[in-house]
Nanobody, 121 residues
Framework: VQLQASGGGLVQPGGSLRLSCISS????????IAWFRQAPNKERERVSCISGGDDSTYYAESVKGRFTISRNNAAKTAYLQMNNLSAEDTAIYYC???????????????WGQGTQVTVSS
């Protein structure tokens, strides 16, 4: 299973970005898809997850109300819509796939290469 993340970039505070994750895993109801992020000198943080079957979702408290995760199985693409971005959201964002529902990084066996999100004026 391979994952390709894209959509990162430089955005001003208060701006928006939409990340995309293309993978055959997105097309399968057996895989949960998640976004994690890692900022310089910080530990990896789980951001959001979406299940494969019923599209249950999880959001970290720090992004709740600002980020929205979704998946388009036919397009084999998962998305992370990020609104009202702040400098604290600056990080490399990774998409990952897990066979089965989980919100824990150690349960995600497949990882994309990451896409850089920088929020700065």
């Amino acid at each position: 299973v391979q994952l390709q993340a894209s959509g990162g970039g430089l955005v001003q505070p208060g701006g928006s970005l939409r990340l995309s994750c293309i993978s055959s895993a997105v097309a399968s109801d057996h895989y949960a898809i998640a976004w994690f992020r890692q900022a310089p000198n910080k530990e990896r943080e789980r951001v959001s997850c979406i299940s494969g079957g019923d599209d249950s979702t999880y959001y970290a408290e720090s992004v709740k109300g600002r980020f929205t995760i979704s998946r388009n199985n036919a397009a084999k693409t998962a998305y992370l819509q990020m609104n009202n971005l702040s400098a604290e959201d600056t990080a490399i964002y990774y998409c990952a796939a897990s066979k089965g529902w989980s919100t824990y990084a150690e349960h995600y066996d497949y990882w994309g290469q990451g896409t850089q999100v920088t929020v700065s004026s």
